[in-house]
């Protein structure tokens, strides 16, 4: 069974409270999900490999690390794009490969519209979500990353609801979920609850 990593920190809670606030507007929706993505990208890459590195500071010569795994962030449209720009700032190096998936809300099921992927799969993939609710889009996009040769999946996302995480399991047992929190439950139309809403429409002012 795939490991699910629950961030606990007091700023993620913090942060979280303002994130979920229907009342926060679009401006301060979009900070919240950067500051929160860059604590659950901090977590999500604690276990990288690191290398030696010869460098010389002002006063000598020295060994230090450096990552060298080739790494690639893979944002699920349109939401996903919200968490890109803070994993970028903490990855410089990192590839950026889009995936596009709506949700059909009378059949719940993922909808592609957009893929990019290149001949040369990354090392390492950290697919990019705010919401994993149902686990439909998250499964599809892992399958996606997988097909495209990479084996090493982390998926980050800001809230995760019991049953998405139990459905990411089942089918992608090798995959870690990192997420800000586990919710209670889906309400009748598939959205988290207590939830902070519609993410892509909060991001994108879109509502
Ligand atoms: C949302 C969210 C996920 C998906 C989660 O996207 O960003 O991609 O729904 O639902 P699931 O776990 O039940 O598949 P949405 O379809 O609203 O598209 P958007 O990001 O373009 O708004
Ligand atoms: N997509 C969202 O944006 N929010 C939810 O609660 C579920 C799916």
Same mark, same amino acid.
């Given at each position: $069974?795939?490991?699910?990593?629950?961030?606990?920190?007091?700023?993620?809670?913090? /942060? $979280?409270? $303002?994130? %979920? =606030?229907?009342?926060?507007?679009?401006?301060?929706?979009?900070?919240?999900?950067?500051?929160?993505?860059l604590?659950?990208a901090y977590?999500a890459t604690a276990t990288l490999p690191v290398e030696p590195i010869e460098i010389e500071t002002p006063l000598c010569k020295t060994t230090c690390k450096h990552v060298e795994t080739r790494m690639?962030?893979?944002?699920?449209?349109?939401?996903?794009? #919200?968490?890109?720009?803070?994993v970028q700032d903490l990855i410089p190096q990192a590839e950026?490969? /889009?995936?596009?998936?709506? %949700? =059909?809300?009378?059949?719940?099921?993922?909808? @592609?519209?957009? &893929?990019?992927?290149? =001949? /040369?799969?990354p090392e390492i993939?950290?697919?990019? =979500?705010?919401?994993? !609710?149902?686990? #439909?889009? !998250?499964?599809? !996009?892992?399958?996606? *990353?997988?097909?495209?040769? *990479?084996?090493k999946?982390? $998926?980050?996302?800001?809230?995760?609801?019991?049953?998405?995480?139990?459905?990411? &399991?089942?089918? /992608?047992?090798? *995959?870690?979920?990192?997420?800000?929190?586990? +919710? @209670?439950?889906?309400?009748?139309? !598939?959205?988290?609850?207590?939830?902070?809403?519609?993410?892509? +429409?909060?991001?994108?002012?879109?509502?």
């Open positions: $069974m795939s490991r699910v990593v629950e961030l606990k920190h007091p700023l993620v809670r913090h /942060h $979280m409270a $303002m994130l %979920r =606030d229907k009342n926060t507007p679009t401006y301060i929706f979009r900070d919240q999900i950067r500051r929160l993505t604590l659950l977590e690639g962030l893979v944002p699920i449209l349109r939401a996903g794009l #919200g968490m890109c720009d803070a950026i490969w /889009h995936l596009g998936f709506y %949700r =059909d809300e009378s059949t719940l099921e993922p909808v @592609e519209y957009y &893929q990019k992927f290149s =001949d /040369h799969p993939a950290f697919i990019l =979500d705010p919401m994993l !609710a149902t686990g #439909g889009s !998250a499964c599809e !996009a892992i399958a996606m *990353v997988k097909k495209w040769g *990479v084996n999946i982390s $998926m980050l996302c800001t809230i995760a609801s019991p049953e998405g995480i139990e459905k990411v &399991q089942d089918v /992608h047992p090798d *995959v870690t979920i990192f997420t800000c929190a586990i +919710d @209670e439950c889906l309400n009748e139309n !598939a959205y988290i609850v207590p939830g902070l809403g519609d993410a892509g +429409d909060r991001i994108f002012n879109t509502l």
